[in-house]
Nanobody, 123 residues
Framework: QVHLVDSGGGVVQAGGSLRLSCAASGQTFTIATMGWFRQAPGKEREFVAAIRSVGIDTYYADAVKGRFTISRDNVKPMVYLQMNSLKPEDTAVYYC????????????????WGQGTQVTVSS
């Protein structure tokens, strides 16, 4: 089992920045991929970014490419999502997910989820 705890959300004006954190505990050696997803009211959970547990590969949704950066600290272990140039359309609950295997953009393939953290971007 893996336990994830998300944090770092808040309210920010358009153009501002936030950094989300995801703390992992438990059998973290089973994790191959960690990702961030978001879900706005009335919408499905959508892929934002993912990172491998080993190596340097990262992946981003087109909507956040160039503005968001995913990173990890395997010692702690933590995964971060640095969000810059935030837009009102980025408003959502953001969830950290973890999974074994190499696929990364489909939410139902993730085995473990954090509780979510609210990000609100005002115009």
């Amino acid at each position: 089992q893996v336990h994830l705890v998300d944090s770092g959300g808040g309210v920010v004006q358009a153009g501002g920045s936030l950094r989300l954190s995801c703390a992992a505990s438990g059998q973290t050696f089973t994790i191959a991929t960690m990702g961030w997803f978001r879900q706005a009211p009335g919408k499905e959970r959508e892929f934002v970014a993912a990172i491998r547990s080993v190596g340097i590969d990262t992946y981003y949704a087109d909507a956040v490419k160039g503005r968001f950066t995913i990173s990890r600290d395997n010692v702690k272990p933590m995964v971060y999502l640095q969000m810059n140039s935030l837009k009102p359309e980025d408003t959502a609950v953001y969830y950290c997910g973890a999974k074994s295997g190499t696929s990364y953009s489909t939410s139902y393939e993730y085995s473990y989820w954090g509780q979510g953290t609210q990000v609100t971007v005002s115009s």
